[in-house]
């Protein structure tokens, strides 16, 4: 992979606020972490929730004749695209969702179709950020940087991607994960070769130059596809999912890509709107066509099932323990090439912890499907009990949430418990626990840059998670500055 030297590495900050004011306006992808539909008020002594998700013969894009999307030029706006016109409360959220005080969000603005990156100012009131660059106070961990990965926001003009890309490389992170929004790449019916197809299959072949593994995650149906159109779900018909797995994979996508998520989250409602079963079952009737569809095309393209979002039963989740046994009542372990997905979020927890009760005087601590540690030692009880030992689970999000330097109230109290130091340091150290562990495989930190200062102004979730945020006075998190570190020694 392509690294920058020593002597350039820390022009990034400076890099970075030039590059972020260039990109105009960036709406991030909704994905919100641990606790509901792109934003979730989860009250501390809750439990987590859920979400679930075809039909066409693709075109490779070698043999296409529409006329190519012209090269974007370098302008002070980022065009919503994809995940950006989908951000809204239900669309694109993804991680644990908790509490059975659980609120919906309700009346989350919706980004205009082009925004522009604010001036990275801080919030007012604020604290300022102290973190430099620099050594760390104590040493970093011996990690293996090809295991690593990071979600990155693609809604984005050609140019701008590109500059994201670029910011990307000195994390020397090995992989990195984009979602592919159905709903946004073909929403006129199966077949369609169009323009946001053909400029995200250009960011695709974009991203895996500097040598970045790539793992696409696809979801979200589109309208044609489906008779419930509340929120999003699967497709009626789950052949159309595989369909058009297939006419990604027969484009210069399928050359670029290295492992594919077959969905997100389906144990949450609002992600599984539809008619198939909202259980385990329903999932693996979405599920096995499409393994057959990326069989059909490449016998190693890793193949990973949908991340499952931490969370309890409630009225429109299924926990997500339940729902990994349902999936193997309903035939997972026949599938010996794959890994499990998950998403292990440890809201305001170190990652060492395990349940319950560990800190005094907090309500986020009641319950294992808060705790890193439990939900990767549970998930992988029920994989042995299952015969099904002898493969990896993929780690496809993780990470935590702070809340510091936004001089306003978090949306969720345990936010407080974490300061962007700590975010670091819980990142790394789950990193490290990892790769200890012999049955996990690759883990993707919960996210690079899906903040901005709309989103920070509506204090939606996933800004807290994003480890390059231009709302701030230093937009590079100590998390992004810390493994941006970890390269260089390595290097």
């Known amino acids: 992979m392509t690294r920058l030297k020593h002597t350039q590495l820390w022009i990034i900050p400076l890099f970075l606020l030039l590059a972020l004011v260039a990109c105009a306006e960036q709406t991030p992808i909704p994905i919100i972490i641990t606790p509901t539909p ?22 490779p894009a070698s043999t296409n004749t529409s006329t190519p999307l012209p090269e974007p ?32 969000p309700t009346d989350v ?72 929004n159905w709903a946004f790449l073909q929403p006129d019916g199966p077949n369609d070769w169009n323009e946001a197809m053909q400029l995200f299959e250009r960011q695709i072949q974009l991203a ?19 008779s419930v159109f509340e929120e999003d779900g699967p497709p009626d018909d789950p052949q159309a999912l595989a369909d058009f ?33 909202f259980n385990g079952d329903g999932y693996m009737q979405l599920f096995r066509p499409s393994y057959d569809a990326v069989r059909a095309y490449s016998p ?17 989740t299924v926990d997500d323990r339940d729902f990994l046994r349902q999936m193997y009542a309903a035939s997972l372990a026949n599938y010996t090439d794959i890994a499990v997905g998950i998403h292990p979020y440890g809201w305001g927890n170190p990652p060492d912890l395990r349940c319950c009760d560990q800190i005094p005087d907090r309500g986020w601590d009641d319950d294992p499907h808060f705790f890193f540690l439990d939900t990767i030692e549970e998930y992988r009880q029920i994989m042995i009990d299952n015969n099904h030992a002898n493969i990896q689970m993929w780690a496809t999000e993780f990470g935590w949430a702070t809340w510091e330097g936004f001089g306003s109230e978090p949306p969720e109290p345990w936010m407080i418990y974490n300061s962007a130091q700590a975010q670091a340091d819980y990142a790394l150290r789950a990193f490290e626990i990892g790769q200890e562990l012999p049955y996990l495989g690759p ?24 480890i390059l945020n231009p709302a701030l006075s230093s937009p590079e998190r100590p998390l992004y500055l810390l493994l941006a570190q970890l390269a260089q020694e390595r290097e």
């Open 109 to 180: 603005v919706r980004p205009t179709e082009t925004l522009s990156i604010p001036t990275v100012t801080n919030t007012p009131g604020a604290p300022t950020q102290s973190f430099t660059p620099g050594p760390s106070p104590t040493p970093l961990p011996g990690l293996d940087l090809n295991q690593m990965g990071l979600q990155l926001y693609s809604q984005l003009t050609y140019d701008d991607w590109a500059v994201v890309v670029g910011i990307t490389e000195p994390t020397g992170v090995g992989w990195i994960k984009i979602q592919a």
């Open 443 to 466: 883990m993707f930190l919960w996210n690079l840059n899906f903040a901005n200062q709309t989103l920070v102004d509506q204090r939606d979730e996933r800004t807290s998670y994003s």
């Open 245 to 277: 797995i297939t006419f990604m994979l027969s484009t210069k996508i399928g050359e670029s890509i290295a492992a594919i998520e077959i969905w997100n989250e389906p144990n949450l409602a609002r992600e599984w709107r539809g008619i198939l079963p």
């Open 300 to 316: 190693s393209i890793a193949i990973v099932t949908a991340g499952l979002a931490p969370t309890g039963a409630l009225p429109d």
């Open 73 to 104: 030029t370098s302008t002070a706006t980022v065009t919503a695209t994809d995940e950006s016109v989908q951000q809204d409360a239900t669309a694109q959220i993804t991680g644990p969702i908790v509490g059975t005080e659980y609120i919906e």
């Open 38 to 59: 792109d934003a979730t008020n989860v009250v501390a002594t809750a439990v987590p929730t859920q979400v679930p998700p075809s039909t066409d013969t693709p075109i």
């Open 208 to 226: 895996a130059r500097p040598g970045f593994n790539i793992l696409l995650s696809v979801a979200k149906a589109p309208a044609w596809s489906r």
